[in-house]
């Protein structure tokens, strides 16, 4: 049986060996008879190969959501699982700052900044930000990069059927689109489409994330999705997608002394604008993927431009001074026992305002019960009047004896009316005290 094996793994290496032509390093393709047409990878291949290859071990079967599966164990520094076996493929933070400040002759460089969120494995968002560098060549970063800011595109959707139970945070760069999986598919397609040179000329794709290498395989394990990009990228010269940059990499390979290396502490420890801050300094709406690809995106552009000897910010000193609070340590202390003053005190008028509140309810309630249980007495003793009447009119007509004579019939027919309308109240009277008491648990 190991003898059949081997005999079939040379077969195939000398197949492949023939159909490659001598002294090329680039993909074949299959010549073998009624089968789709294949892209043999040689080893060592390009980048942009190693990107559109299809994934080991990948499952052909049509999936109805966007997977991903957890890995289960630690994330080691130097090896990345699956077709990213070590991080040479990974750019430097030097590779990223020559891309955007020294133009390439002949091509433009399209930044790509991509993340996803999901809730076990189900892919719940997708967030992009595109950026041409031709569009900031001449433009000096200023202050925040608000100037660069406004020449990003920003897309959030959120696949539509996975998110029952999930309330995805404000998107606070792009309109949040809700879509299925193959919309969403059709969705990307559109923007790749759109990333492609408006004339002849050639682009390159860089793609930038914060832990890139899960971002990645979230996208290239679905068929619809990864085929397009496939189809698109191998089909154009145009677009090549030539460099990988992660912030987690640029965070650790940097002299800089950051919190930890999370999204949330980078982006915040950088000189990002206050309007995407919190009270405390954060940076606000992270864990969203289209606020997570845009942040992502400045993260890389502000360690990209700064300075060698610019200090980090401290998240407190920034809400501090976006706030107008005082810096010296007693000014602070006194402006905190203030602080707790009035927090304290909001929240004993907030109590005393729920307390109120409730016997507001409690006294409606009550005032509702009296009501009901007061109508139904009414009925109760209103239909106690009816049958006494019914009784008396029948006895006076048992006591003439003259069922023939029209007196004593008519007798007969107002007791039967009384008797009638007696039983209607009596009816009433149960019906009520059932609905009373609905009612009143009710309210």
Same mark, same amino acid.
């Given at each position: 049986m190991g003898i059949i094996k081997s005999l079939g793994a040379l077969a195939s290496l000398s197949q492949r060996a023939a159909l490659q032509k001598p002294g090329s390093g680039g993909p074949v393709v299959s010549a073998i008879p009624n089968s789709r047409p294949k892209i043999l990878i040689p080893l060592g291949g390009s980048l942009h190969h190693k990107i559109l290859g299809p994934a080991p071990n990948q499952d052909k079967r049509r999936k109805r959501s966007l997977s991903h599966k957890r890995r289960r164990s630690l994330r080691s520094p130097k090896r990345l699982p699956g077709w990213w076996t070590n991080r040479d493929n990974l750019g430097s933070l030097a590779q990223f700052k020559d891309l955007i400040t020294k133009p390439q002759s002949g091509r433009d460089t399209i930044l790509v900044a991509l993340d996803t969120e999901y809730k076990g494995p189900i892919v719940t968002e997708i967030g992009l930000t595109t950026l041409r560098v031709s569009?900031?060549?001449?433009?000096?970063?200023?202050?925040? #990069? +608000?100037?660069?800011?406004?020449?990003?595109?920003?897309?959030?959707?959120?696949?539509?059927?996975?998110?029952?139970?999930?309330?995805? *945070?404000? +998107?606070?760069?792009?309109?949040?689109?809700?879509? &299925?999986?193959?919309?969403?598919?059709? +969705? /990307?397609?559109k923007i790749w489409r759109r990333l492609l040179?408006?004339? *002849?000329?050639?682009?390159? /794709? +860089?793609?930038?994330?914060?832990?890139?290498?899960?971002?990645?395989?979230?996208?290239?394990? /679905?068929?619809?999705?990864?085929?397009?990009?496939?189809?698109?990228?191998?089909?154009?010269?145009?677009?090549? /997608?030539?460099?990988?940059?992660?912030?987690?990499?640029?965070?650790?390979?940097?002299?800089?002394?950051?919190?930890?290396?999370? #999204?949330?502490?980078?982006?915040?420890? !950088?000189?990002?604008a206050p309007e995407y801050r919190d009270d405390r300094g954060m940076i606000a709406g992270w864990h969203n993927a289209s606020n997570d690809a845009a942040y992502t995106m400045l993260t890389a552009l502000f360690m990209a431009t700064r300075n060698p000897g610019d200090a980090l910010i401290s998240p407190t000193r920034s809400a501090m001074q976006h706030r107008n609070l005082p810096s010296s340590p007693s000014a602070w202390r006194e402006w905190s026992r203030a602080r707790q003053v009035r927090r304290r005190s909001v929240k004993l008028q907030r109590r005393k305002e729920r307390q109120e509140k409730q016997k507001r309810r409690e006294a409606v309630?009550?005032?509702? *019960?009296?009501? !009901?249980? &007061?109508?139904?007495?009414?009925?109760?003793?209103?239909?106690?009047? *009816?049958?006494?009447k019914a009784d008396d009119v029948l006895r006076e007509a048992l006591r003439t004896l003259r069922p023939r004579t029209r007196n004593a019939s008519s007798k007969w027919m107002q007791g039967a009316k009384w008797m009638l309308q007696g039983g209607c109240y009596i009816t009433l009277v149960y019906v009520f005290a059932i609905t009373s008491q609905a009612a009143v648990g009710f309210f």
């Open positions: 569009d900031i060549q001449d433009l000096q970063p200023d202050k925040h #990069l +608000a100037a660069w800011m406004q020449k990003m595109e920003h897309y959030h959707f959120v696949l539509r059927g996975s998110t029952s139970g999930i309330r995805p *945070k404000t +998107a606070r760069f792009a309109k949040s689109q809700r879509m &299925s999986v193959t919309e969403t598919c059709a +969705a /990307v397609f040179p408006p004339t *002849k000329s050639e682009a390159n /794709v +860089a793609l930038i994330g914060h832990s890139l290498d899960g971002d990645i395989d979230v996208l290239r394990n /679905v068929d619809n999705l990864a085929d397009n990009v496939r189809i698109l990228l191998r089909d154009d010269p145009r677009l090549r /997608v030539t460099h990988l940059f992660d912030t987690q990499h640029f965070a650790r390979g940097s002299e800089l002394n950051f919190a930890s290396v999370s #999204l949330a502490d980078l982006a915040s420890s !950088l000189d990002i309630k009550a005032h509702r *019960k009296q009501r !009901l249980s &007061s109508t139904s007495a009414w009925l109760e003793q209103k239909a106690k009047q *009816k049958l006494r």
